[in-house]
């Protein structure tokens, strides 16, 4: 007789898969230079907020976020965009596993178009640094699994806490896989008592 379980998540890392309606057209016209970066074999554009060339498409992303915060998370809080970056990930080119610090949500949007070799955005597991036991799994599922894949899609924007640890796997089409990602800070006043803050605050730090 087969067992029945009933499983609850307790605390779950919620991370949503917005796909974009908005034309977002105008970041293919990016002609900057790329570099390079320590933890990748892709490039990434020297300029690290491009966003702010494109203040249409900066604006039409960080409304999703807000909307996602209001009707999710709901959080009273109103947020601002920091750093943002193109990716440019050739055949063979991948990045290790990697968070983004300074940051309280991150994102990465899929602007081009892409084929079914493209590279995956992978996560792992936060909670996995607990488990003492490394044992052999039958079938990845949500109760044992400590990786996680999302696959990259034409206007589709994913969003994830900045503590989750992520990373491009190796890269198998011939075709350039292009993205854009940027961090997420709160703005303005929030926090209660003696842990209340207002950015508004070091405006003026000399």
Request: hydrophobic share 30%; charged share 20%; aromatic share 14%.
């Amino acid at each position: 007789m087969k067992s029945k379980f009933e499983l609850i998540q307790l605390f779950p890392v919620c991370v949503p898969i917005i796909h974009v309606d908005e034309n977002t057209d105008e970041l293919k016209t990016y002609d900057g230079e790329f570099q390079t970066i320590t933890y990748s074999t892709c490039s990434q554009s020297k300029d690290l907020r491009v966003l702010e060339r494109y203040p249409k498409t900066k604006k039409i992303l960080l409304d999703y976020f807000r909307k996602f915060s209001n009707e999710v998370l709901e959080y009273n809080s109103d947020y601002g965009i920091t750093t943002s970056w193109l990716t440019r990930t050739k055949e063979g080119q991948s990045s290790n596993f990697h968070n983004h610090k300074n940051s309280f949500w991150s994102g990465v949007y899929y602007y081009d178009d892409y084929d079914g070799d493209v590279a995956d955005i992978q996560f792992t597991n936060p909670l996995s640094i607990y488990n003492q036991y490394e044992l052999n799994i039958v079938n990845p599922n949500i109760a044992n699994s400590n990786l996680s894949y999302i696959t990259p899609s034409t206007n589709s924007l994913v969003l994830f806490p900045s503590y989750l640890s992520h990373r491009i796997a190796e890269h198998q089409s011939k075709k350039i896989r292009r993205s854009l990602a940027f961090n997420i800070v709160p703005v303005g006043s929030y926090g209660e008592h003696d842990s209340s803050y207002d950015t508004k605050w070091f405006l003026h730090i000399k």
